[in-house]
């Protein structure tokens, strides 16, 4: 291990009604800010600095090849299902059954990566993981065609991720300075977008040629790299002035309290919340697909509506160099859920497919925005030994928010059309957001 890999104290983050970090340890002797200051176009650019500290440029480095991995099993495991069953409700069940142990263990993995070195926890969990992909491809190779066992596999995957994620979002805190949370948390989202959309196009290419079961075996290889890249991180133990307390439904409870008791915190959840469920109109694409730019070729208007998000985001996050460095994090977390909203409205109001696809591109632009300075609230204004049950909450959040207006939307377009759902959502999220913003100024205060 780099000894140019030990810890300094970052500069602290103040809210009006929450804790100041003060215990965020920086990683290498990485640039000073005069260093740091970038000139012309480069500016606009993607902000890099958070990759010349050696630990987090691993942790990500590794991000580039899993993301697109773990999108060849998310895609495999429902044409598995499909094939199988023939039935787009089984594959339905499968999403269940994979959300609900995925939630139970977010919490639960929250409180374990308080309580022990995240280092360690990652091994243990990115291990598990990579188990389960190997189990889906021996089951692959060998025929079985059970469905219970892929929702079974499924249910364990899901709930080694639930413990992962925690500790691996947490972790970034104790890599980089305080003033280069913004930016390495775009860097993470910009790699994970992309494999959003790069993965599901390489299994589509791949399927044909190689097979279905080896999607899953090139996602156990790429998780091998991960657990390299892990291996090599810095201890990340508990600081010293944490008290060790064991992961239970009381330290679950604690989090949820300490939350509550932090408005700054809570309204940064609340946030994301409101973009989710009001505002993502993906139940909606198919039937939008259909009937609204039936024209233009249902196969191109669906892919295009549920490419346009996570592509709008992966160009957000190119040109991070714009908002990275943003010392008024409340507002640009504000900001960027109300130009959401409207973007989504816009969307529902096009008649055309290639405006609406403008327009849930700048969604995803926003998207990106919010998901950075909320992330950077979370690791900042969160001690270190809340941060872990905070990620936990975090991925509760963003899994299951999309989820819910999954419902929202499919209900609300049966019974008003899909542009009029669209549309409304959209305005709700703008709505409830600036309302949110008016009655409850601490996130409008929040600044690093």
Partial sequence: MDTSESSSTAPEAGTD??????????????????????????????????????????????TIVTAVGSQLTAVAVPKQIYDITGSSAWVGYASLAGLVPMVLFALWGGAVADTMDRRRLMLITNSGIAVTSVLFWLQA????????????LLAAQQAFFGLNAPARNASVARLVPAEELAAANALGSTVMQTGLVAGPLLAGALIPVIGLPELYLLDALALCVTLWAVVRLPSLPPLATTTAKRAGVREIAEGFRY?????????????????????????????????TYGSYGEGLALGLLFAAIPVGA?????????????????????????????????????????????????????????????????????TDEMRGRMQGVFTVVVA?????ADVLHGTAGAAFGPRAAVAGGGLLVVAVMLALATAVPALRRYRV
């Fill in 400 to 404: 299951g928010g999309p989820r819910l």
């Fill in 314 to 382: 992966v160009l957000g996050g190119l040109f991070s160099g714009t908002f990275s460095r943003a010392r008024r994090h409340g507002w640009m977390v504000i900001g960027a859920v109300v130009a959401w909203g409207a973007a989504i409205t816009g969307s529902g109001l096009s008649t055309s497919l290639w405006l609406a696809v403008v327009f849930l591109a700048a969604a995803g632009v926003a998207d990106m925005v919010s998901m950075v300075f909320r992330t950077s609230i979370l690791l900042s204004a969160a």
């Fill in 259 to 291: 939350m509550a008791g932090h408005k700054v915190l809570l309204l940064s959840f609340l946030a994301d919340v409101v973009a989710m469920v009001f505002g993502m109109p993906r139940a909606l694409f198919p039937q939008l697909a259909d009937r």
């Fill in 141 to 152: 190779v060998s025929g079985l065609d059970s469905v219970a066992v892929l929702m079974a």
């Fill in 17 to 62: 009604d929450g804790p100041s970090t003060g215990d965020s340890p920086t990683v290498g002797d990485g640039p000073t800010t005069e260093d740091a200051r970038r000139r012309g176009w480069r500016r606009w650019a993607m902000d890099t600095r958070p990759l010349r500290r050696p630990a987090y440029r691993r942790l990500w480095s590794s």
